[in-house]
């Protein structure tokens, strides 16, 4: 796992995200399902944080146990986001909403702020 807490604003991300959604829309959900005899299914995706391509550079100090004898000192550069990271949650929204075009799905609007809290 990244040491995210040594990350600067700014020099090391630019901008963070976490996912909410209203219990309004998901009893709405859940009501319509029962009304109309959909059939409701979840998934989890364990690594799903790993798969976020990062925009930024980003180098990180070999974890301690992992480094080769007399090579201690070389960093290596991060291709995807790992948990940890500041942007991570970002980067894996953006690839799963970029998947699910490509599927035919959109993004529905945003909850309306009065009705969640």
Not at 37 to 64: C, H, R, V
Not at 76 to 82: D, I, P, V
Not at 86 to 96: G, P, S, V
Request: include cysteine; proline fraction near 2%; charged fraction near 15%.
């Amino acid at each position: 796992m990244a040491k995210g807490y040594s990350q600067v604003k700014g020099i090391d991300y630019s901008e963070i995200f976490s996912p909410v959604i209203c219990y309004e829309s998901i009893h709405l959900m859940f009501t319509l399902a029962v009304l109309e005899n959909w059939y409701i299914t979840s998934l989890d995706i364990k690594t799903a944080f790993l798969y976020g391509k990062l925009n930024e550079e980003i180098y990180m100090k070999q974890p301690e146990g992992f480094t080769t004898q007399g090579q201690g000192s070389k960093v290596m550069y991060l291709l995807h986001a790992l948990y940890g990271l500041k942007q991570a949650t970002l980067q894996w929204w953006r690839e799963l909403k970029a998947f699910m075009k490509t599927m035919g799905f959109y993004q529905a609007l945003m909850c309306c702020w009065s009705l969640c809290y």
